[in-house]
């Protein structure tokens, strides 16, 4: 299969003050493939989603998206539009659900812009033409087939702030599939997920990047996910980029190591730590 | 829960209220007959009165969390049959009274809920009960309360006064739902929401002034003027959130007002713009002696004339402005638009990653807003024929606000409670006289105790599962 690059990222530098969070990271993330942003506490893993989806504006480099929707430079575009046009979805590390609407609102508001289009920007809608009541319908659909994938079909009417914390994860999820998306990008999308929980959130992403033919961004500190899922791992720490690689690569990377367990002793690792690491679990 | 410490509390509550009664109830300062200097009345017996209320009222209160609902009765009919006798013999302040047979009545009808209700948990759970109540009243009340305003001018209670005052709580219905959809379905907190009612009002008496318009050509621009200064309002504070947004539009609130109050050649001074034509029907104005060529309403009807054809006009008039504006809203919550406020409400953060643009929404909110604010404007100068600074102080601002939270943000029954409440309630105060705004500002701080989010706090979905399955609506 050949891998065709979606997102390319280029000295992409983000300075907060003295502090330079990122510095001059340059990876690709490939069409059809989970790829993971991994990296100790700090380490810039957030800084590069931000700037990717428009909340930070980049000072120095290149954040190139070429999706099905065409092809975008993404440091030069406002945060709402990196969404609407280019077609890059996220979720957040503490979820950002609209709590008191409905968990079935929740997943029509991602549909706002082609409903905002539908609806005539409001004047047929407000009077009710069939066009827009037929876009409703379809959004409604599309909608029910994710409440039906996560089995949240029978709470699609309570409020989202109700549901339990799993299935909140789930629904920021499906949430940000609504907006049909070319790029997914999740934001340690398994914490405080029980192991159970986090295996169905494999299956979802494993099934969103197979069935649903995007590419994943994902940010995570579960080693059972990261391992068990990626296609390609970056691994950040300072803000540098010190690792690039299928996760067997990641895994034996004598700096990863260092990274993630300090630089004194690398050749002390205790032996149930490298076990833990090696095998997936969680550092 | 023991005795003496309920009476402990009680009168802990009784002494702090002596201490503030003694010095604002106790002494009064009045007139000498002939106008030289002033003397002090005392009113202790006022002060006992007050002091004696409280010591009960708290007791009722404590009683409330009591687990069982016998001792609540009780203490109900016990104010009953001893207390009112008493207080009647105080004659002074019949408000005060009536306040204790509701409150009994209150206590009574809570402590029978509190029986009939099997689990008897108080919390969370009666929350939501508060919840289904809210939906029920909109659901069923909504239409009844709808069939009352339409036929209240007709029933033979209805008095010149109480005509005027439905065309004053109507007023403020409907500049209530027009800040809910910015403050309570957008969540951008606005305290300068009578500056657009007074550009409404303003151009309305000035397009009549120097170009001759009708009231019926006026309203539509009344409404786009306040638009875009909505709009213009909008743009500086798109960044600002809670506080800060606050200050801002309370800023332009009086900004309007000052410019209004002192650019005398445009909008007349502090003397305000007089003689603003009165809205006709069909054409047909409202006049004894109509001009030459001109039917009047009551010679085409064939009827005498009576001044009151034109209140109940301006009647029917707010009342179809303030419905339009209600399924105006109704209706716009169930679109894309209207869902986008309400998620920015939640979280503006959230809104943007999904593709959601900030500045169109708040933007089209601030707009649409202000619109209702300035088609009010224009009802409130043909009606009042005379506008001047004076009537869009900051205080508007805060009572419409103040309607809002009031009666449950975003919800559209609640405007209406709470609108009947601060509008309509104090006039019925008109007995205590000098204590009008005492007993106001007690109701409102008991509402906000009893009911922290509001009278009706209750959202309904703008769509169900269930219900979009088959007609998509």
């Keep these: 299969m050949t891998r065709t690059p979606l997102l390319q990222v280029e000295h992409l530098t983000m300075r907060f003050g003295g502090l330079i969070a990122v510095n001059d990271i340059s990876f690709t993330a490939y069409d059809r493939e989970i790829t993971a942003i991994i990296g100790p506490n700090g380490a810039g893993k957030t800084t590069v989603f931000n700037c990717l989806t428009g909340f930070y504006n980049a000072p120095v480099g290149r954040l190139r998206l070429t999706g099905a929707r065409g092809e975008f430079l993404l440091e030069r ?3 709402f539009r990196i969404a609407q046009k280019g077609g890059v979805a996220r979720t957040f590390q503490n979820i950002r659900l609209f709590p008191q609407m409905t968990v079935l609102e929740n997943l029509i508001i991602a549909q706002h812009n082609t409903l905002m289009r539908a609806s005539g920007y409001t004047a047929a809608g407000l009077f009710g033409l069939k066009s827009y009541r037929d876009a409703e319908r379809e959004a409604v659909e599309l909608a029910r087939s994710w409440l039906d994938r996560l089995g949240l079909t029978a709470q699609a009417d309570w409020e989202a702030g109700n549901l339990p914390y799993g299935s909140q994860r789930r629904l920021e999820i499906a949430r940000a599939m609504c907006t ?9 999308p398994a914490a405080g997920l029980n192991p159970r929980e986090s295996g169905e959130l494999r299956e979802l992403l494993t099934e969103i990047r197979d069935r649903r033919r995007i590419g994943v961004l994902l940010i995570e500190h579960d080693m059972s996910v990261v391992m068990g899922i990626s296609d390609h791992i970056v691994v950040l720490d300072y803000g540098r980029l010190i690792a690039d690689g299928t996760p067997a690569e990641v895994r034996s990377d004598p700096a990863v190591i260092r990274a993630y367990l300090g630089e004194e002793d690398t050749d002390q690792i205790p032996p149930e730590v490298a076990r833990n690491l090696r095998q997936g679990g969680r550092v | 829960m023991d005795v003496r410490a309920l009476l402990k509390d009680a009168g802990l509550a009784a002494f702090v209220a002596f201490m503030l009664a003694l010095p604002m109830i106790g002494f009064q300062t009045v007139d000498f007959s002939g106008g030289v200097g002033i003397t002090v009345v005392t009113r202790f017996g006022d002060v006992a009165i007050s002091v004696v209320l409280v010591f009960v009222g708290r007791l009722a209160l404590s009683l409330l969390q009591y ?14 049959v001893v207390g009112l006798p008493l207080l009647k013999t105080q004659a002074h302040y019949p408000v005060i009274t009536w306040l204790a047979v509701i409150a009994s009545a209150v206590i ?10 099997v689990s008897g948990v108080v919390g969370r759970d009666e929350n939501n009960r508060m919840g289904d109540a809210a939906a029920f009243i909109g659901r069923w009340f909504g239409p009844v309360f709808v069939l009352f305003a339409v036929i209240f001018p007709f029933l033979p209670t209805t008095s010149r006064y109480l005509l005027d005052l439905g065309i004053l709580v109507l007023t403020y219905v409907m500049l209530g739902w027009g800040l809910n959809v910015v403050v309570g379905l957008a969540g951008l907190l606005d305290l300068g929401y009578v500056a657009f009612y007074a550009v409404g009002a303003y151009s309305y008496a000035i397009i009549a002034r120097d170009f001759g318009l009708t009231f019926w050509a006026c309203l539509p621009l009344a409404g786009l003027f306040a638009a875009f200064f909505g709009v213009i309002l909008g743009f500086p504070v798109l960044r600002l959130r809670g506080d800060y947004l606050a200050i ?6 009086e900004i309007i007002r000052i410019v209004l109050l002192n ?3 445009f909008s007349g001074g502090p003397n305000g713009i007089s003689s603003i034509p009165r809205p006709s029907f069909l054409g047909m104005p409202f006049h004894p002696n109509p001009p030459e060529g001109v039917t009047s309403f009551h010679q085409f009807f064939n009827i005498d004339f009576s001044a009151e054809h034109r209140i109940v006009f301006l009647y029917y008039l707010i009342l179809i402005l303030a419905l339009v504006t209600n399924s105006f809203t109704l209706r716009i919550r169930k679109l894309p638009i209207g869902r986008a406020w309400e998620a920015l409400r939640e979280d503006e953060i959230a809104c943007r990653a999904l593709g959601i643009n900030p500045t169109n929404t708040k933007l089209t909110a601030f707009a649409i807003g202000a619109m209702f604010a300035g088609f009010a404007g224009a009802f409130f100068a043909t009606r009042q024929g005379f506008i001047s600074p004076e009537s869009f102080s900051f205080i508007e601002s805060a009572v419409i606000l103040a309607i809002v939270v009031l009666g449950g943000m975003g919800s559209q029954i609640g405007v209406v409670l709470a609108a009947v409440l601060l509008i309509g309630v104090p006039e019925f105060f008109r007995e205590l006289a000098q204590f009008r705004m005492l007993a106001f500002g007690a109701a409102m701080v008991g509402i906000m105790i009893w009911r922290p989010r509001g009278l009706l706090a209750h959202r309904d979905p703008s769509i169900r599962l269930s ?3 088959g007609a998509g609506r």
């Design chain 1, 77 to 79: 575009m406002d945060g």
């Design chain 1, 180 to 188: 049909k998306p070319v790029l997914l990008c999740l934001d340690e």
């Design chain 2, 67 to 80: 687990p069982s609902w016998r001792p609540p009765l009780l203490m109900a009919s016990v104010v009953v």
């Design chain 2, 108 to 117: 009574a009808v809570r402590s029978a809920w509190l029986h009939f209700d």
């Design chain 2, 248 to 253: 801002v539009t309370l800023g332009f609130g």
């Design chain 2, 263 to 265: 650019w005398a050649s």
């Design chain 2, 467 to 469: 219900d979009a399955a």
